[in-house]
Nanobody, 114 residues
Framework: QVQLVESGGGLVQAGESLRLSCAAS????????TDWYRQAPGKQRELVAS???????DYADAVKGRFTISKDNAKKTVYLQMNSLKPEDTAVYLCTALYEQRVWGQGTRVTVSS
């Protein structure tokens, strides 16, 4: 059974950076297309960034130019580099991918203070 584990969240000040990781474990040979979502208190979960198996990427307008999604197939890990963080980026960030079934990680909390 495939599992996804996020890490790298924390408390930072506005303008600072964080790198989140989404590590896949289990019987996989190649990272599936993976998405990063975030959920802020009282708000709907929103798609932040996506990366396909081939490495194509896409971003929500709110994070374009500040966030970068990438992956390391050897490490079975997808990253989300977040620069120039803003208080409105505060949320729990979750990664998800479709293997034999849709898999979600447990989330990592990002708090950006002004």
């Amino acid at each position: 059974q495939v599992q996804l584990v996020e890490s790298g969240g924390g408390l930072v000040q506005a303008g600072e950076s964080l790198r989140l990781s989404c590590a896949a474990s289990g019987r996989i040979f190649r990272i599936a297309a993976t998405d990063w979502y975030r959920q802020a208190p009282g708000k709907q979960r929103e798609l932040v960034a996506s990366i396909t198996r081939g490495g194509s990427t896409d971003y929500a307008d709110a994070v374009k130019g500040r966030f970068t999604i990438s992956k390391d197939n050897a490490k079975k890990t997808v990253y989300l580099q977040m620069n120039s963080l803003k208080p409105e980026d505060t949320a729990v960030y979750l990664c998800t991918a479709l293997y034999e079934q849709r898999v979600w990680g447990q989330g990592t909390r990002v708090t950006v203070s002004s």
